[in-house]
């Protein structure tokens, strides 16, 4: 069995009967929340820790740490499952609920021993009808069977957990606006710190994992943390969930370890180029992330060897202007949430940013005025560079206001806009030139 044939969460995918309890079960399903309820929280930790798992939600964060942050002394702890997904070019958790919902739910009864939970939620983006529809089936089968509510599997555990269906609002998938719209209040993120697991959900500790993250967590338990890690490359465990779209001649969700590199997953995975074409640009994890140039697709998508890139620690964004992110961020990019967008060499690449900043513009909250103000600038500058009627002046104009909106918002939405409009205007600064220097020509005039 070669590498790429590992499966940890997506063997099941496509198979009808897989969404049931009696299938689930039937290949050792429920074995792992079994054996959690009988093991010290503290040894659950540790299996995670071992497994060097990083959430698959965005940021990459180490689990075990998130956990660790829940003050020992707490009452009440919550948590919460962001089933969110709503990052344009994003449609991996969807998978998990769809295809191996109780595999979520088995992890979810193994985090919360761990964490000593006995409330769990999980949030789903209101469009996912038919998720919701399957999940809350395999919830109900959960229930009915005693694995969830009191006393699960007959021991001194109980949880219950409640799906709440959230109303289409993409900001509503960062972690405090989850917290908000799930407490009935407005989608809009709070300043951090504190962060949730320390003050969440009404003012208690709560974890915010994503889908995919937990789903992992009965693996873990089965084959022990060791045995993630090893599957995984560094300082990060195990395989990873992506969902591939845009001009490649097979899309969709592929479960693949993290060493696999962007032109592996064009050419070997997903059948390369529709067409026959050239690669011109990949956005490695969703349109929050900067999209890399065909030169940069050997590189693991993995969220370290992504994210450091010792050359590139400012960008010049203009002339004689650099931009610094500080730290050890650089404008290279991140594996994010895992979306992979692929652009063959027939995308106007001033147009995909158009659409990318448009949405951002659509969905930011309007709590922060660099966000709020800055976005919609940004969508209206490069509207006009894309559909030619830029202005001279137009290119500095749009890196100088992502550049006033990077690190200046209340949560990462306005980085999320900034980031990727920097990094095109950094890697395609001459197609948005070109652009502008012909704009209000008719089509064809030479
Ligand atoms: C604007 C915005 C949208 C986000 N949307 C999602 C989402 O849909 N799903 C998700 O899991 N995380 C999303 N995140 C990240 C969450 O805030 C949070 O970090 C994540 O759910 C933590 O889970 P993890 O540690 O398992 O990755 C988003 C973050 C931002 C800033
Ligand atoms: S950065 Fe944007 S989305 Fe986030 S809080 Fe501020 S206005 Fe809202």
Redesign the pocket.
């Known amino acids: 069995m070669g590498l790429f044939d590992v499966k940890i969460i997506s063997e099941h995918f496509g198979v009808p009967e897989a969404k049931g309890l009696e299938y689930y079960e039937r290949k050792g399903g429920y074995r792992n929340a079994r054996k959690a309820c009988g093991m010290a929280p503290e040894s659950i930790a540790a299996e995670v820790q071992a497994s060097n798992l990083?959430?698959?939600?965005?940021?990459?964060?180490p689990?075990a740490m998130?956990w660790s942050f829940v003050p020992k002394d707490a009452d009440t702890v919550y948590l919460v499952?962001?089933?969110?997904?709503?990052?344009p070019g994003?449609f991996k958790?969807r998978h998990i609920l769809f295809w191996n919902p109780h595999m979520l739910v088995e992890g979810m009864i193994i985090a919360s021993v761990a964490l000593k939970v006995r409330n769990a939620y999980i949030y789903i983006?209101g469009e996912m009808a038919r998720e919701y529809q399957v999940l809350q089936a395999a919830i109900d089968e959960a229930y009915a069977k005693g694995y969830l509510g009191e006393r699960i599997f007959g021991s001194g555990t109980s949880l219950d957990i409640t799906v709440y269906r959230g109303l289409g609002a993409?900001?509503?998938?960062?972690?405090?606006?989850?917290l908000s719209s799930l407490e009935g209040g407005r989608g809009w993120?709070r300043l951090k710190p504190p962060f949730p697991a320390v003050k969440g959900l009404w003012g208690k500790p709560t974890i915010?994992?994503?889908?995919?993250?937990?789903a992992n967590l009965p693996w873990i338990l089965e084959h022990g943390g060791k045995a993630f890690a090893d599957l995984g490359t560094g300082r990060s465990g195990g395989l990873r969930l992506v969902s591939v779209c845009g001009h490649v001649n097979k899309p969709g969700v592929y479960e693949l370890p993290l060493t696999v590199t962007g032109r592996q997953l064009i050419d070997e995975v997903c059948g390369g180029i529709k067409g026959g074409r050239k690669v011109k640009g990949v956005i490695p994890g969703g349109v929050?992330m900067p999209v890399l140039a065909p030169d940069e697709l050997d590189v693991p998508f993995e969220f370290d060897a992504l994210q450091k890139d010792e050359r590139i620690r400012e960008v010049e964004v203009r002339p004689g202007q650099k931009f610094d992110l500080g730290g050890n961020r650089t404008l290279r990019t991140m594996a994010g949430?895992g979306g992979v967008v692929v652009m063959d060499d027939t995308t106007d690449i001033t147009q995909a940013a158009w659409r990318i900043v448009h949405f951002f513009a659509e969905?930011s909250c309007g709590q922060c005025t660099p966000c709020r103000e800055g976005t919609g600038w940004l969508a209206q500058v490069a509207h006009r560079i894309a559909f030619d009627h830029g202005r001279a002046g137009d290119v500095d104009l749009l890196a100088s206001i992502a550049d006033g909106i990077a690190g200046n918002t209340i949560?990462?939405?306005g980085?999320?806009a900034a980031w990727p409009t920097l990094a095109f205007l950094t890697k395609y600064r001459d197609e948005f030139e070109a652009k502008v220097r012909n704009a209000h020509r008719p089509k064809g005039a030479a």
């Open positions: 990083r959430g698959r939600g965005g940021a990459g964060f689990t998130k499952v962001n089933a969110d997904e709503s990052e994003t958790d983006r993409y900001i509503c998938g960062e972690e405090t606006a989850l993120p915010v994992n994503n889908v995919e993250t937990i929050s949430s969905e949560c990462a939405l980085d999320a």
